[in-house]
């Protein structure tokens, strides 16, 4: 630790970096589809992940989810793509209201 730092805020990198590399890969594939994304779905990812390279021990429970998602700088938000559309005789009908 540097000798200006003023406090230790944990390692940037998790104790599997190779299963969040792949489920950060995962995610941003998802998001650029467009495709909903919750944290059961980064979970189960990261299981199978896990599962897949023999890895003993790991856990994808929501606090790894939670610091996960901080450690790469994601959060989960909604995509909203569908607007109000305005009433064919809205004009008409505004004027009308006015007077």
């Known amino acids: 630790m540097s000798s200006t ?3 230790f805020q944990g390692p940037r990198t998790g104790a599997h970096s190779e299963v969040d590399d792949v489920v950060a890969e995962f995610l941003t594939d998802l ?3 467009k ?3 919750s944290r059961k779905v980064l979970m189960k990812k990261s299981l199978e992940e896990a ?10 429970s929501e606090q790894w989810c939670n610091h996960f998602m901080k450690r790469y700088g ?3 938000h ?3 793509s569908v607007c109000q559309r ?4 809205f004009e008409e009908k505004l ?5």
Do not use: G
């Open 5 to 7: 730092c003023k406090n």
């Open 51 to 60: 599962e897949r390279k023999e890895i003993e021990n790991f856990k994808a």
């Open 31 to 33: 998001r650029n589809k």
């Open 74 to 76: 994601f959060a989960l």
């Open 86 to 89: 305005l009433l064919a005789d």
């Open 95 to 99: 004027v009308s209201f006015q007077r």
């Open 78 to 80: 909604c995509w909203t």
């Open 35 to 37: 495709l909903p994304v």
